[in-house]
């Protein structure tokens, strides 16, 4: 069962634009959702949340939107940078135990 | 700040073979502990954590087991690898402590390949 689900594996955006990830859930009780960037060979690092209760949160250059009607997250980037080239990973946390991440969206961003 | 140590960190192993991959955990105390597998091309699977020594919560059936014999070690083991067990293995804390919110600490992994 694919609690939360990335539906793009692969996105492309040009330096300086917007790059938006996007990601579905199923399971209703999660508290939080998390946003995660990973280099290859290397463990994933924290990135962004936002609470079952919010609908939007900014942190500089990143920000989340929760959709909890359509059970969907997206991640916006502006504006991109190379080194926000990584597989970032989008997780659902429940009970104060769990965390449960989605497959990853391989960002490359082109000069 | 935490740090997590994680070894071996690259492991080639035949099938049949034992497992055991080790984490420590330095600059928190009593943290939740949990072990995720990310196998080729795929996400990123939970397959263990840990509220406290010795209780152990699995969330995927398979040869793997976990413990937790003191409060900033976990382990990983296999009496018997199979193929589908290569993938590289990440230990992980909450980053901040006592704050449970999903915001997790990675070690740098563990990367099994089992032929």
């Known amino acids: 069962d694919q609690q939360v689900k990335q539906n793009s594996p692969s996105l492309s955006v040009q330096e300086g634009r917007i790059s938006i990830l996007n990601c579905d859930y199923t399971n209703s009780m999660f508290d939080y959702f998390l946003w995660y960037k990973k280099y290859p060979a290397e463990g994933p690092t924290f990135l962004i949340s936002?609470?079952?209760?919010?609908d939007k949160n900014e942190d500089g250059r990143f920000t989340v939107f929760l959709n909890k009607s359509a059970k969907h997250l997206s991640l916006h980037i502006v504006p991109s940078q190379p080194g926000d080239s990584a597989v970032y990973f989008c997780?659902?946390?429940?009970?104060?135990?769990?965390?449960?991440f989605g497959q990853g969206t391989r960002l490359t961003i082109n000069p | 700040s935490q740090t997590i140590h994680q070894w071996p960190a690259t492991l080639v192993q035949p099938v049949g073979s034992p497992l055991s991959l080790e984490c420590t955990v330095e600059g928190t105390s009593n943290p939740n502990l949990y072990w995720y597998r990310q196998a080729a091309g795929r996400g990123l699977q939970l397959l263990f954590y840990s509220v406290g020594i010795g209780q152990i919560s699995s969330e995927v059936p398979q040869n793997l087991s976990a413990s937790r014999p003191q409060d900033r070690q976990f382990i990983l083991s296999s009496k018997k690898l199979l193929l589908s067990d290569s993938g590289f293995y990440l230990c992980?804390?909450?980053?901040?402590?006592?704050?449970?919110?999903?915001?997790?600490?990675f070690g740098e992994g563990s990367r099994l390949t089992v032929l």
């Open positions: 997780a659902g946390f429940q009970g104060a135990q769990k965390l449960v």
């Open positions: 992980a804390c909450p980053l901040a402590a006592g704050v449970n919110t999903g915001e997790l600490f």
């Open positions: 936002i609470s079952s209760i919010k």
